[in-house]
């Protein structure tokens, strides 16, 4: 089996998950979640960055010498040195729902595009150390963009103009005015 | 507490599993979205924002959704400048932050790259954040304010945390013609704008 869904289909379910997602709990973003993963790693190695402070009263209070992981009170702290939360369960489960999707039903990648995409092969070459290199940079500029701008596809795009958030709309003439140019010069093929 | 886990695992799977079925997972499909010589991407987003909006303000009306589950982020000039540096990351690579992940489970590799690229980009964002601050301040400056915040909506949610540009008109009916037009143009949109030889 080899499915993939049609437009219709495809906007009517992604539409529900999106509603469901903020019925049941909060709007769905994904961007977020790097900067908690990067804290499990180099927060261990600095620990200013990530502080839990007892006060006398017995509250709790969450600290950091940098002052984007301080913000709103050390959300950032807090969700990093908490257990296992909703949002970064969240992420890891999509890895899970991507692969059972392949799995069963389809589409499978080709195998010949496990490493490198059709459309990238045809315009850029076969180079592996070229593919990776140039999705290392994508991945460094669509999250250093998304922090800046306070949110990605999912939290901006989606979530955003679902709500009509007027940030949703900006983001999108933001992100469309770059990616098109970039895509219709680098892809002639 | 395993109540809020087990949502995660539950809409987190579902979510990864759509976009791959949705084939949002595919830098081909992306690619030829932005190129605009495949539109299959441009109109299942465009339908399920009209869509899902429509459904969500009705719940808002009714009473269905509470309006504390709306959460709306600020509009500030980094928001468009942002949007812009993603564009070029999203423009070559293919990938948007979530769908590489639901990629990768799906079995393109590639995303190991994105994702690492990702992590190394928002940590140097959280390190140059401070710098940014103080040196480039209108980054944060917001492009609208109303009541003193700039996490504004168009249409009224009903949570007075979030003000609407179009205030006096019930927010179901605004936000229904927003719905309207999105679902129609997702419609309309034809299969292909260019074509590459």
Not at chain 1, 53 to 81: F, I, Q
Not at chain 1, 95 to 107: C, D, H, S
Not at chain 2, 22 to 40: E, S, Y
Request: aromatic share 12%; proline share 5%.
């Amino acid at each position: 089996m080899n499915q993939t869904w049609g437009w219709l289909k495809s906007g009517i379910v992604l539409g529900l998950i999106f509603l469901l997602a903020v019925a049941v709990v909060k709007p769905i973003g994904v961007s977020t979640q790097y900067v908690i993963a990067d804290c499990l790693i180099f927060c261990n190695l600095k620990p200013e960055l990530a502080q839990k402070v007892v006060l006398d009263d017995g509250t709790v209070e969450y600290r950091s010498t940098n002052p984007y992981l301080n913000k709103h009170n050390g959300k950032y702290v807090k969700l990093a040195k908490g257990p296992a939360n909703y949002g970064f369960v969240f992420v890891i489960a999509m890895f899970i729902g991507g692969w059972l999707a392949a799995k069963f039903g389809g589409p499978k990648v080709p195998e010949d595009e496990t490493w490198i995409p059709r459309v990238w092969r045809e315009n850029l070459g076969s180079s592996w150390g070229k593919r990776m290199l140039g999705a290392f940079i994508s991945g460094f500029a669509i999250l250093y963009g998304a922090r800046m701008a306070g949110g990605c596809t999912s939290g901006h795009m989606m979530s955003g103009m679902m709500q009509t958030s007027l940030s949703g709309y900006l983001f999108a003439i933001g992100v469309f005015a770059i990616a098109v140019p970039v895509a219709i010069l680098v892809f002639r093929r | 507490m395993i109540k809020q886990i087990i949502l995660g695992l539950l809409l987190g799977g579902a979510f990864g599993f759509v976009l791959h079925k949705v084939q949002a997972t595919d830098p081909n499909k992306i690619v030829g979205f932005l190129r605009l010589t495949d539109m299959h991407l441009a109109k299942v987003i465009l339908f399920a924002i009209g869509f899902s909006s429509l459904l969500l303000f009705i719940g808002l009306a009714t009473g269905l959704i509470p309006p504390t589950h709306i959460h709306v982020k600020p509009s500030y000039v980094g928001v468009i400048v942002g949007g812009a540096i993603f564009g070029i990351g999203f423009g070559l690579g293919g990938y948007c932050p979530g769908t590489t992940i639901a990629a990768w489970g799906a079995g393109r590799r590639d995303s190991i790259f994105m994702v690492l690229g990702g992590l190394v980009g928002a940590w140097v964002f959280v390190l140059t954040y401070g710098w940014l601050k103080a040196h480039m301040p209108w980054l944060f400056e917001p492009v609208v304010e109303i009541n003193g915040t700039a996490a504004v909506t168009i249409a009224d949610t009903g949570n007075p945390k979030y003000p609407a540009l179009v205030s006096g008109m019930p927010g179901v009916v605004v936000a229904g013609i927003i719905a309207v037009i999105f679902m129609a143009a997702a419609w309309l949109i034809p299969d292909r704008i260019r074509k590459i030889d």
